[in-house]
């Protein structure tokens, strides 16, 4: 069967430092979308990937997706404490049951002030 | 956006007893919605597929006898723990989407719930 892979698990940053998040996948990907979740809170959609080698931006976050849609990243520009939450990833395949997303564990990120 | 609403929020009850969740979607019509289980610190785990109308999808490993999940319209599902233990405490989301294969889900403020 499919799987995720995300990294880090965790990830400590000094607030104005970069943040990335790493998503791989065993088989290639439909297309792979980002959630946000807070602390107590549920997941946010933040962005939809389809095509190889797409690179999307929402002011500082930039979103891409691999030329072989097997992995994505998404990457924070100078974190902020707004920023703080578990990132996910969530992945589509193609076929029987492509209406399924399978999450990766997610990256919890803290923000140091 | 769309609106996917879940409840009770937090739930305390006895072990033995059964606790329904329900997750509606406020404004859009949902043929399909997906019931997530989360334990702390820890992603998001499908449970079952739920189908307005049939019955539904149960993935591996996931009791269909012990999580009743009742998909009766279009905007309404509900998940039902059925004689809970304190193994069953979690945290219990649901999502849904406005297109039947693609695009966004929009989940609930999700469930938690503890078994005494």
């Known amino acids: 069967g499919q799987q995720v892979m995300q990294i880090p698990q965790y990830q400590h940053v000094q607030e104005g430092e970069d943040f990335t998040t790493y998503c791989n996948s065993s088989?290639?990907?439909?297309?792979i979308q980002w959630y946000k979740q807070r602390p107590g809170g549920h997941p946010v959609f933040l962005i939809q990937?389809?095509?190889?080698?797409e690179v999307k931006k929402q002011k500082r976050l930039t979103f891409q997706f691999g030329e072989a849609k097997k992995n994505s990243s998404l990457h924070i520009t100078a974190t902020q404490t707004t920023d703080v939450g578990t990132y996910f990833c969530?992945?589509?395949?193609?076929?029987?049951?492509?209406?399924?997303?399978?999450f990766g564990k997610g990256t919890k990120l803290s923000v140091i002030p | 956006g769309a609106v996917v609403s879940q409840h009770p929020s937090w739930v305390i009850c006895k072990s033995g007893t059964s606790v329904k969740i329900e997750c509606r979607s406020l404004?859009?019509?949902?043929?399909?919605m997906f019931w997530y289980r989360q334990f702390p610190k820890q992603s998001l785990m499908l449970m079952a597929t739920?189908?307005?109308?049939?019955?539904?999808?149960?993935e591996q490993g996931v009791e269909k006898d012990k999580f009743l999940i009742n998909h009766a319209s279009l905007t309404l599902s509900t998940l039902t723990v059925t004689s809970a233990h304190p193994e069953d405490s979690s945290f219990y989301i649901c999502?849904?989407?406005?297109?039947?294969?693609?695009?966004?889900?929009?989940f609930g403020e999700g469930s938690r719930l503890t078994v005494l």
């Open positions: 404004d859009f019509q949902a043929t399909t």
């Open positions: 999502s849904a989407r406005r297109t039947m294969t693609t695009g966004e889900l929009f």
């Open positions: 990937l389809v095509k190889s080698g």
């Open positions: 088989t290639t990907l439909s297309n």
């Open positions: 739920s189908n307005e109308g049939s019955k539904a999808t149960y």
């Open positions: 969530a992945c589509s395949y193609s076929g029987a049951g492509s209406y399924q997303l399978t």
